[in-house]
């Protein structure tokens, strides 16, 4: 079980959903969290709801400057939790490039520019805990998903090779790997959603996790399977099943 008294986390995307959820969960764990997104109001919202210690700091995480001015007043922290993301469903048959763009830009990019101000500090002092926010569309890709599932899929391959790194080190990797979550997002498909959860559960399910020592969790457990075993599919019957019909 790790120690959460007194520590400090900086939860880039609380503003809502998992974000807020975890930031609740952590809270009460006593931990004092550092909430960031681009909506001052909706920050404040969530920080006035939390039980103990806690600041808000905006940022964009697709503007260098901003996150290089986040981190700056930020200063000193104990980890790092990368949950901003943005969705818009397509395929590559309707390809919208703005969208598409701004979900690599922030789902990935964005994570990259959060860790390029926090990992110096961890790593000079061996010391620091980095949990990046996945998605179970990473593993493989699928129909109708060409930004979100990509950019997911660069996440998690950030997290395995910052964990190849750094494993035998004092910093710590996790990823996430959630399913479906009940979030302003995903009320935008239009299709039936297995195994989706409340952020509430999810965030439970994530902060297992955070006091674990594993290094990665996927999660609903069962709906997992489905995405993990479908990586030893040979291609031909992958798309079959999971292609465009």
Same mark, same amino acid.
């Given at each position: 079980?790790?120690?959460?008294?007194?520590?400090?986390?900086?939860?880039?995307?609380?503003?809502?959903?998992?974000?807020a959820?975890?930031?609740?969960?952590?809270?009460r764990a006593? =931990? #004092?969290?550092?909430l960031?997104a681009?909506s001052?109001?909706?920050?404040?919202?969530?920080?006035?709801?939390l039980?103990?210690?806690?600041?808000v700091?905006?940022?964009?995480?697709?503007?260098d400057?901003s996150?290089?001015?986040a981190?700056k007043a930020?200063?000193q922290?104990?980890g790092?939790?990368l949950?901003?993301?943005?969705?818009w469903?397509f395929?590559?048959?309707?390809?919208?490039a703005?969208?598409?763009?701004?979900? =690599?830009?922030?789902?990935?990019?964005?994570?990259m520019?959060?860790?390029?101000q926090?990992? !110096?500090?961890?790593?000079?002092r061996?010391a620091?805990?980095?949990v990046?926010?996945?998605?179970?569309?990473?593993?493989?890709?699928? !129909?109708?998903?060409?930004?979100y599932?990509?950019?997911k899929?660069?996440?998690?391959s950030?997290? #395995?090779?910052?964990?190849?790194?750094l494993?035998?080190?004092g910093v710590?990797?996790?990823?996430?790997? !959630?399913?479906?979550?009940?979030?302003q997002l995903?009320?935008k498909?239009?299709?039936?959603m297995?195994f989706?959860m #409340? !952020?509430e559960?999810a =965030?439970? #399910?994530?902060?297992d996790?955070?006091?674990s020592?594993?290094?990665?969790?996927s999660?609903?457990?069962?709906?997992s399977?489905?995405?993990?075993?479908?990586?030893?599919?040979?291609?031909w019957?992958y798309?079959?099943i999971?292609?465009?019909k």
């Amino acid at each position: 079980m790790r120690e959460w008294q007194g520590k400090r986390y900086w939860l880039v995307g609380a503003s809502d959903g998992l974000g807020a959820a975890l930031a609740q969960v952590m809270s009460r764990a006593g =931990a #004092e969290v550092i909430l960031s997104a681009r909506s001052l109001d909706k920050l404040r919202a969530v920080a006035a709801t939390l039980p103990g210690k806690s600041q808000v700091q905006t940022v964009d995480i697709a503007d260098d400057d901003s996150v290089s001015q986040a981190a700056k007043a930020v200063g000193q922290i104990d980890g790092v939790v990368l949950l901003a993301g943005v969705y818009w469903p397509f395929g590559a048959d309707q390809w919208n490039a703005q969208q598409a763009v701004a979900m =690599a830009d922030i789902n990935f990019t964005g994570f990259m520019r959060v860790l390029g101000q926090v990992m !110096p500090q961890f790593i000079d002092r061996d010391a620091g805990h980095v949990v990046i926010t996945s998605s179970l569309t990473g593993f493989r890709g699928l !129909p109708g998903s060409i930004g979100y599932t990509a950019s997911k899929a660069a996440t998690m391959s950030l997290a #395995e090779c910052m964990y190849a790194d750094l494993r035998k080190t004092g910093v710590t990797v996790q990823v996430a790997n !959630p399913g479906f979550i009940k979030t302003q997002l995903t009320d935008k498909n239009d299709f039936k959603m297995p195994f989706i959860m #409340e !952020p509430e559960q999810a =965030a439970h #399910e994530m902060f297992d996790h955070m006091n674990s020592d594993g290094f990665k969790k996927s999660f609903p457990a069962l709906f997992s399977l489905v995405f993990r075993a479908s990586q030893f599919l040979p291609d031909w019957l992958y798309y079959r099943i999971f292609g465009a019909k």
